[in-house]
């Protein structure tokens, strides 16, 4: 099971920090990805970790993503610098089976607002 | 942004067919990497309906089936029902980005 946790009300400019919290299994050899879903669109991803470290971002927000793995503790983080209003989304945690596999588990999504 | 194109949307009345398509490219479909479809209603977790292109997970109804050729992938649900109402995705994975990649989306609606 996986659990989304932040701040639901973030300022501009400022950091959006969002936790996963893997219940139920460990961090595992998965790929954990994180999507959002801005109001009235589709689902946008985001990027993923993988247990090693290694990441990959969607490179129209790559320069403003970082994620980290907290396997002692089953969490997944997602930091989104510098957010605008266009930042408001529904953040999502799901977890990857493989590069070509697909999501079998997903968070029931966050709603985190941007706001002057 | 979304690699994968789906219409907006599709419709049909109750116990009827519809298709869903989901245009790729030659660096994520055409390159042979897996096509996957969710069902998604907002602000819920979305919903796995068919893996690996044509596999349905247990607890999904034979109504609902896929396909992929070429760059495309198509959903087809028959004997459309109202709970069907809601929006599906196709997902897949893309080479050249070295990511995954989803389609932009395409609500049912039941008539």
């Known amino acids: 099971q996986l659990q989304e946790s932040g701040p639901g009300l973030v300022k501009t400019s400022e950091t959006l920090s969002l936790t996963c919290n893997v219940s139920g299994g460990s961090i595992g050899s998965y790929y954990w990805t994180w999507t959002r879903q801005p109001p009235g669109k589709g689902l946008e991803y985001i990027g993923y970790?993988?247990?090693?470290?290694?990441?990959n971002f969607n490179p129209s927000l790559k320069s403003r993503v970082s994620m980290s793995i907290d396997t002692s503790n089953n969490q997944v983080s997602l930091k989104l610098t510098s957010v605008t209003t266009a930042d408001t989304a529904v953040y999502h945690c799901?977890?990857?089976?493989?590069?070509?596999?697909?999501?079998?588990?997903w968070g029931q999504g966050m709603l985190v607002t941007v706001s002057s | 942004q979304s690699v994968l194109t789906q219409p907006p949307s599709v419709s049909g009345a109750p116990g009827q067919r519809v298709i869903i398509s989901c245009t790729g490219t030659?660096?994520?479909?055409?390159?042979?990497?897996?096509v996957h479809w969710y069902q998604h209603l907002p602000f819920t977790a979305p919903k796995l309906l068919i893996y690996?292109?044509?596999n349905r997970p247990a607890g999904v109804p034979e109504r609902f089936s896929a396909s992929t050729s070429g760059t495309s992938a198509s959903l087809v649900i028959t004997g459309l029902q109202s709970d069907d109402e809601t929006d599906y995705y196709c997902?897949?994975?893309?080479?050249?980005?070295?990511?995954?990649?989803f389609g932009t989306g395409t609500r049912v609606t039941v008539l």
């Open positions: 997902q897949s994975y893309d080479t050249r980005l070295s990511g995954f990649v």
């Open positions: 799901a977890r990857g089976l493989g590069l070509y596999n697909w999501f079998d588990t």
């Open positions: 030659n660096s994520n479909i055409g390159a042979g990497s897996d």
């Open positions: 970790i993988y247990k090693t470290g290694s990441t």
């Open positions: 690996a292109h044509t």
